[in-house]
């Protein structure tokens, strides 16, 4: 506990290695790691975040590893959180597709996380989050998230950052079908990499229909984009886009409210584990449990039947005056 | 209430019209459906059923087209929930990829129940599970289920069959290179299928090193077979792998072992709904969960540690003597 106060100081004056070891503080997880996001919450909020989701093998690394320069020549600091077992910056990658970050590395002003993926559902995890909480601490100017989003769509994504942007390739076309509600929902950004493939001019001109046809209550409309981010083609649009969206979301308090709502879905996620947690942990419970398994396993009883009978033992108890 | 009782004793008679109208009453969900599964749970148990998981495009479906007929042949009765927003069954083809089930249609042995996906997340849900129940209790002899499972697998599917069979395709090379843990815990049979494209000898290869690299606690090594499966190529292989698994089943209690441990994981799964749900429900929590939101807007306090002060009004009610 002591250990890492001392690194706090440092960390505020932008110290890079220590700022490394808050990161791994917080990714080993425990109280030490809940200290610290409490120590350096009331520091963030200040960082524009970006969200590149989309399947394995898109080219969200690709993309990152090309918006990257552009921030820099725009004067802004970068953050950058990979969450992606294929990534390269996770040291996934497995058919030669790796980025050339050598265009970031030395640079103080790029700091980059990646962590494997470790748990079994894909998408964001909360502990993703806390690490740009930690980047976005650290006075980052832009934190990006990279994140496998495959299959259904996480809609969590949507509260992660203040733009999410969807990276898709032309062979995600048949795929793309199924997720349309899902896809617009979450996505400010679309883009279509590797826009070099048959199929692309298909699968944009499937996503600007697609829309183009519900009016997004934020008022605000994606754009669909071309890119072949290794070629850096198309980057520019991308830029500029995002520049957009940042200018829309300035407005009538936009950003805030999207914020304050994806604060409270962050709360109510972690309510809802440390619910479980506690809830397995009770020796109680745990008694209720067995007792119910064994009369299932008999078909005595349905599963059904036998959860609602134990849940039935949730109290709440009032709050104590603070 | 009364209605569903009703279709009950039609239902045990083998009455196709009574099933299906009691799966729509489980589809619906709420009191009577909870009821309906009440009371069919005793009868559950009889069925062999068989998971068929797999990216969304995989030929799952051609999969599930080409085995039925030959289950059918063994004078085994087949019934079908098909879960995944792709699949043909639930209208969801878009390719023109429909598949042949005129074969299955106006036989009486063969019951097939789509559901596309509803929420948000990818895998299988307890209504998949609910309405294999219905299946089993009616008396069929396998139940298929066919549920799209991608990106991180979805290790819960095991627990939903007596057999995983995870299908993929050479195009999911890519994929499968990060997934290799997950692969491994849920597969009993690997599927190659369109096994005639370019990389399919490669991906078989992989996967039977995959295989061969770590012995499973079960004892079964799973095997590795590569199908054309919409032009019936490499299926009684895929056949004979199904039996041999049922055999290695039944030895040593292993099937009811599996058993048991699939219904405790659909209880813990359902406890865990519910108690979500009864959460959410209750004025205390609500009210504390809106103050404690309020303040992490305020950067009071950070979301992890809001969380941990929420969720410390759990209780636990000891059990009533019954």
Redesign the interface.
Known sequence: MSDFRNLLPRFESGDALAASRLLSVVENGGPD??AV??A???R??RARRIAITG???AGKSSLVDALTPRFRAAGRTVGIVAED??SPFSG?A??GDRVRMVRAAGDAGVFIRSLA?R?????LSPLAC?LADVLDAFGRDVVMLET?G??????RIRFAADTVVVVLTP?AG??V???KA?LLEVADIFVVNKADRAGADALVADLTALAGMRSRTDGWSPPVLATTANRDDGIAAVESALVAHETHLAGNGRREAR??QG??A???A???????R??WQ?P??L???DA??ER??R??????????D??????????TSQ
């Not at 078909?299 to 609602?308: F, K, L, N």
């Not at 134990?310 to 709050?319: D, G, K, N, S, T």
């Open positions: 790691a809940e996001l409490d350096l919450f009331s963030t909020g399947p394995g093998g077992p294929t996934g497995v058919l993926s748990g079994s559902e894909s998408g806390e496998m495959v299959g259904q769509v996480e809609t062979e048949d795929e079908q199924s997720l899902g914020r304050r604060l409270a962050r709360v109510r972690l309510v809802d584990d440390a619910l479980r506690a809830w009770d109680t419970a008694t209720r449990f119910m398994v299932v396993s078909g005595a009883v349905s599963p059904q039947r036998a959860a609602r134990i849940a039935a033992a949730l109290r709440v108890a009032a709050p």
